[in-house]
């Protein structure tokens, strides 16, 4: 079975500063990872995704992560939070099987302070 | 492309009532899932479709709920008779075949409060 784990439902920034949410996965198998954005009252946009290619993954609206195979981990960080940012933020894990179907953490909610 | 279509976006219930949901997917897509999202339990995976047929309905929350794919431009999801527990908001999405990993499209949902 696979699960995801996102430390911290609640994460407050300042706007300029570094934003940071991690996700640790676990997978029998080589894992597919999401991550997903959902702005308020609205449905879930595709932020990047880690398909066994480049390790260091970027994404829209300046997002990237990193899989860390060794540390079971798909931290999505920004250099530079905007106010625009505070969204609630979903990892996610598909093992790859027929289906593709997913698997999410709980989420991360992102407040972004003036 | 118009992306996924849900309908409705909102909808308020007495206990006891009918509830169907509807979703066009994306042309040309053959996977289709539905998605249930609530404070508590956060975003489960109800049911899954490829190609018009249910492939694991495991995380139907119980007999009341039936999902049903009579083609491949429109689904339907149905509670009956809904509770109050019921109250969440319900999504749709689908993705193209192929190789896994692909991209899975969402819409934005149907909020059903059920009182």
């Known amino acids: 079975a696979q699960s995801v784990t996102q430390l911290g439902s609640h994460v407050s920034v300042s706007e300029g500063a570094l934003v940071l949410l991690r996700c640790n996965y676990s997978?029998?198998?080589?894992?597919?990872l999401f991550w997903y954005v959902q702005y308020p009252n609205q449905g879930l946009q595709l932020l990047l995704k880690y398909t066994s290619a480049a390790t260091l993954v970027k994404g829209i609206n300046g997002f990237e992560a990193e899989f860390k195979k060794s540390e079971t981990s798909f931290h999505l960080t920004k250099p530079s939070a905007h106010m625009s940012d505070a969204a609630e933020y979903f990892c996610a894990v598909s093992k790859g099987a027929a289906g593709n179907k997913l698997t999410f953490g709980g989420g991360t909610r992102v407040l972004v302070k003036p | 492309d118009a992306g996924v279509i849900q309908s409705p976006r909102h909808e308020v219930t007495e206990m006891g009532q009918e509830v169907t949901l509807r979703c066009k997917p994306i042309s040309g897509h053959d996977y289709l899932f539905w998605y249930r999202q609530t404070m508590m339990r956060g975003l489960e995976l109800l049911i899954y479709?490829?190609?018009?047929?249910?492939?694991?309905d495991s995380g139907m929350p119980e007999d009341r709920f039936s999902a049903k794919m009579p083609n491949a431009s429109f689904s339907t999801l149905k509670i009956q008779p809904s509770e109050p527990r019921d109250s969440a908001v319900y999504f749709c999405?689908?993705?193209?075949?192929?190789?896994?990993?692909?991209?899975?499209?969402f819409g934005e949902g149907s909020w059903l409060t059920v009182v």
């Open positions: 479709f490829n190609n018009n047929v249910p492939i694991d």
């Open positions: 999405a689908s993705s193209p075949q192929g190789a896994s990993g692909n991209t899975i499209y």
């Open positions: 997978s029998s198998v080589p894992p597919y």
